[in-house]
């Protein structure tokens, strides 16, 4: 019944500097079927998806396509035997339309000339039978994020793809948009296509496959029928163990004295006359996480600005770091009284991506006696700073004068943990400190901020997930609309549907309860 | 005085000189606009003009004809192109010092092989070399004004205007053409489209060579008649100002190519007449690309500021 429309046999792909991106893959595709691929980030997916799609030549090893041996030079050779690919940075000119897009590289003629007519009919005819509900004659430039994602799918079917490859395709969607997402590769699915689905985020591929196959460290670990494999199973298989969600038995509870590590009184702050910080008081203790829930958009990145000064913003209220007042002291002065900061973005604000591991490792406190010479930086000193905290942090890298752009994304956080990490200082302020990164380096930049805290730190960790502040917070408050709307004081008891109303503005407290994120 | 320069701006002896004038500065246009649109930048246009006038000269004594001396600067042209090709996408040079390169030496180096071929370090005035004519086109040439215009023009500068028909043509309604725009404004979507971009741009820029030649043989060959060292003086910059200027809009950069000739058609005009300093109205024209280049950039950035102007 089933037919095998790809099949991977030993393939191995080593890059010319050593690095060994897969080994030995076995995995199998058949027709018509939804077949996830996940791993962590590294782990070796995009790689084997480019082997697939030509753009890379496997070492060794066959790809068979529809019972042929395939030996493709580019993507070109890949999409004439039907298989697409939808990037995960788009591969689109924002100048051209719609049409111009799809049509590019296959473009219907007149004699010598684009047939503009044919090529709009058929990419609206395209549009319409998958119901994308696209005015094929805009210009891209003009679209949303979505709408473009439908474009490049579009342009796989348009060369008749019937192997779809997506890599990361929900990353750039919101939650209904994916939800639309899945019922249209439901609906390919149906036509025939078969769908490869390239995903870190474990819930879509436990929503949308048939099949999941899982790459670990470049090596396959076998691929899995969705109904026979359970989350945790599933989890376990890409990590290489359990995931331990609850923090709390990490957690020591020695006696810091009450020792402020932020103070925030009264931070007001305005933008276009609306307020977006209104009246904001609270108080991080050392050897503790508080914990910023709420939607984005609701005043935290405003307060993480306030705090840090990376931004000159006009506030009125007070800031004291480690108890000394900030007033308009600058970043530099911030971070010597005792700031450390993970930004939420982390290759703008995180790193230098084209200087090497090491220099990032140092770049916030390269004045520091150890590592600055009299004259000259240290560079046995950086070195050795350098090569520790790769080791302990477990950063995946052949050695510390790698670029920054070379890593992926979970090991580009570790940097940037490490680095603040390595700071010493009294108070952390982590920012979605693990958007986007697989649940490998996430857990363990959870584990070394819950060492920070142990340590005596005082963290203020802003996350836009829920389950993040809820595991790893020792206090919450919930930001709405630029007001603190509840304050938690035990986090181990709280309920994540309680805290959604204060979320979402459906509940508030009272003065008096908020108060206690500042005097508790 | 004054008023004497300001009525021959007004007579179709200007709009002539006019018509004239444009055409090495639209070939040259025309070669930095085929470079850019694969997204090649080329600078070297100002080189390959003064080679392709020095040997479009020479291949025109040698053969005793002038058609054949077009040919010579043609070959040398795509010659360049391919050196530059060679160095920047074979050897990983990077094509911009490669084309400054060629700028720098491009002017000693003619001069030298004008010194070997003819003893004179300054012009070929002492070969007696077979030009290129003009054209006068039948019914058109007799009808007033317009023929006045129109005809009696050397035939390169037709041939110019045939090709900025059918270049835009080209670039604009044909796969090529779309293609080639796509390697420009994203190399990578188009290499996922299945294009070859290299040789696309291997492509254009042997065009551009070809273009910026033709610009270099019209000097020499149709309107000063001679090679003399620093001929193209600048007019191949000002081809580059105008693709820059015109930022990938065709007609656009063919109006800049014109209005840059208008500046040297009045700077001529002006340093005819005694009364004004030769040296001050002999920089209009480069003068005039600095002012525009200027204005132009301050226009974008106040509509890319408030928004108005899409991400290409």
Redesign the interface.
């Known amino acids: 019944m089933s037919e095998t429309i790809l099949k991977l046999d030993k393939v191995t792909k080593v890059y010319p500097n050593g690095t060994v991106a897969n080994r030995d893959i076995n995995m199998e595709f058949e027709k018509g079927e939804i077949h996830s691929v996940v791993g962590e980030n590294g782990a070796g997916k995009s790689t084997l998806m480019k082997m697939i799609f030509g753009i890379e030549k496997p070492s060794s090893g066959t790809i068979t396509y529809k019972g042929e041996e395939t030996h493709f030079n580019s993507s070109m050779d890949a999409i004439h035997v039907g298989i697409g690919m939808v990037h995960q940075h788009f591969m689109l000119i924002p100048s051209f339309s719609i049409v111009d897009n799809i049509i590019l590289g296959e473009e219907p003629t007149k004699g010598v000339f684009i047939d503009t007519k044919e090529a709009a009919k058929r990419c609206q005819e395209l549009s319409d039978k998958y119901d994308f509900e696209l005015d094929v004659t805009a210009k891209v430039s003009t679209l949303s994020v979505a709408k473009r994602q439908k474009v490049e799918i579009l342009k796989t079917l348009y060369r008749n793809a019937e192997l779809i490859i997506l890599d990361e395709p929900t990353s750039v969607l919101t939650p209904q948009e994916t939800e639309k997402l899945f019922d249209q590769l439901r609906f390919f699915k149906e036509q025939g296509h078969t769908i490869i689905f390239i995903s870190h985020k474990l819930e879509e591929v436990k929503q949308i496959s048939d099949k999941i196959s899982v790459i670990r460290n470049g090596v396959s670990k076998g691929t899995y029928l969705n109904s026979e494999l359970t989350m945790e199973q599933l989890t376990n298989l890409i990590i290489g163990r359990d995931l331990d969600n609850d923090m709390d038995e990490y957690k020591t509870h020695e006696d810091f004295h009450n020792e402020k590590a932020l103070e925030v009184k009264g931070l007001h702050m305005e933008r276009n006359g609306k307020p977006v910080l209104n009246n904001v008081s609270f108080a991080v203790k050392c050897g503790e996480i508080l914990g910023v829930a709420g939607v984005e958009g609701n005043g935290q990145q405003e307060l993480v600005k306030c705090i840090t000064g990376l931004e000159e913003t006009k506030y009125t209220g007070e800031i004291y770091i480690c108890g000394k007042t900030v007033g308009d002291m600058n970043i530099r002065g911030r971070r010597d009284i005792g700031m450390a900061y993970i930004p939420e973005d982390r290759m703008v604000d995180g790193v230098a991506g084209n200087l090497p591991i090491s220099d990032n490792l140092i770049s916030t406190y390269y004045t520091r006696e150890d590592i600055n010479g009299k004259v000259f930086m240290d560079s046995k000193a950086i070195a050795k700073v350098s090569d520790n905290l790769i080791k302990t942090f477990a950063v995946k890298t052949k050695n510390a004068d790698t670029t920054v752009n070379s890593l992926s994304g979970g090991n580009v956080q570790k940097v940037v943990v490490a680095r603040e990490y390595n700071t010493n200082s009294k108070f952390m302020i982590a920012e979605q400190p693990t958007h986007g990164i697989d649940i490998g380096s996430a857990e363990f930049v959870h584990h070394k901020l819950i060492e920070m805290r142990n340590a005596g730190a005082g963290i203020l960790l802003v996350s836009a997930d829920l389950n993040e502040v809820v595991d790893l917070s020792d206090r919450i408050i919930v930001m709405f609309n630029g007001k603190i709307a509840g304050y938690f004081p035990d986090a181990n008891n709280v309920n994540e549907s309680d805290l959604g109303m204060y979320m979402l503005g459906a509940k508030r407290q009272s003065e008096e309860e908020i108060g206690g994120a500042l005097n508790d | 005085m004054l008023s004497s320069v300001i009525s021959t701006l007004f007579t179709m002896r200007f709009i002539q000189a006019i018509i004239r004038m444009s055409t090495p500065i639209l070939f040259a246009a025309l070669g930095a606009f085929v470079a850019a649109s694969t997204g090649i930048g080329n600078i070297a246009i100002e080189s390959i003009m003064t080679f392709a006038a020095l040997t479009g000269v020479l291949g025109s004594y040698l053969f005793n004809n002038a058609v054949v001396g077009v040919l010579f600067g043609l070959v040398i042209g795509i010659l360049t192109a391919l050196l530059i090709t060679f160095f920047s996408m074979k050897l990983g040079a990077d094509a911009f010092l490669i084309m400054i390169a060629l700028n720098t030496f491009a002017d000693s180096v003619a001069i030298f092989v004008l010194y070997q071929i003819t003893g004179d370090k300054g012009t070929t005035a002492s070969l007696t070399t077979p030009i290129l004519y003009t054209w006068d086109i039948p019914i058109i040439k007799d009808i007033p004004i317009l023929g006045e215009i129109l005809s009696g023009q050397y035939v390169l500068t037709y041939l110019c205007w045939l090709i900025i028909i059918v270049l835009f ?1 080209v670039i604009y ?3 090529l053409g ?2 080639m725009r ?1 390697c420009g ?2 190399a ?8 070859n971009v290299e040789r696309l741009q291997v492509l254009s820029l042997i065009l551009s060579g070809v273009f910026a030649a033709l610009g270099g043989v019209y000097l020499s060959l149709n309107y000063l008649k001679i090679f003399s060292k620093g001929m193209v003086s600048g007019q191949g910059w000002m081809g580059v100002a105008a693709n820059g200027i015109a930022n990938g809009n065709y007609w656009s950069l063919v109006l800049s190519a014109v209005i840059f000739a208008v500046f040297r058609a009045v700077s001529i005009i002006f340093s005819s007449n005694s009364a004004f300093p030769t040296d001050l109205v002999g920089a209009i024209p480069y003068f005039s690309v600095f002012v525009i280049l200027t204005v132009v950039s301050i226009v974008n950035y106040y509509r890319v500021k408030r928004g108005k102007v ?3």
Not at chain 2, 188 to 195: F, K, L, P, S
């Open positions: 043509i309604k044909t796969p779309m293609r796509a404004l994203n990578d979507a188009a290499r996922t489209a299945g294009i899409e991400e290409n």
